[in-house]
């Protein structure tokens, strides 16, 4: 990330379109998601959780907390997308495993 105009572009950005395949796949699975402030808070019911994803400005990273763990992504440029550099999954994949993982069911977004 070149600059934090471009960081919080892309992050904005990212955030906005997972929020939206988030609110699609609530319907199907039953989670409750909100976008308040720069941040997506996933609830589930069954079982009880909560995910927060937000972007961190002076680390240039969105960060995931779920499942009592800690994910940071960075901007790759090549993938054009936040990436978790230990498993190269995108922002999307990553979450769509966390979810696969919460709900005890595959979720596709």
Known sequence: MKDEQSFRKSADDALASLYRLLGS??????????????A?????????GKFIISSNPS?????????????????????DAFVLGSTDQTLTSLVEELLTKQ???DVTL
Do not use: N
């Not at 796949?25 to 720069?38: C, I, R, T």
């Not at 997506?40 to 019911?45: A, G, H, K, L, R």
């Not at 680390?59 to 993938?79: G, T």
């Open 25 to 38: 796949a609530s319907e199907d699975f039953g989670f409750e998601v909100d976008l308040s402030d720069g």
């Open 40 to 48: 997506i808070t996933v609830e589930f019911d069954r079982p009880p």
């Open 103 to 105: 709900m005890g069911e």
């Open 59 to 79: 680390a240039h990273q969105i960060w995931i907390s779920a499942l009592s763990k800690s994910y940071k992504l960075d901007f790759d440029l090549v993938e």
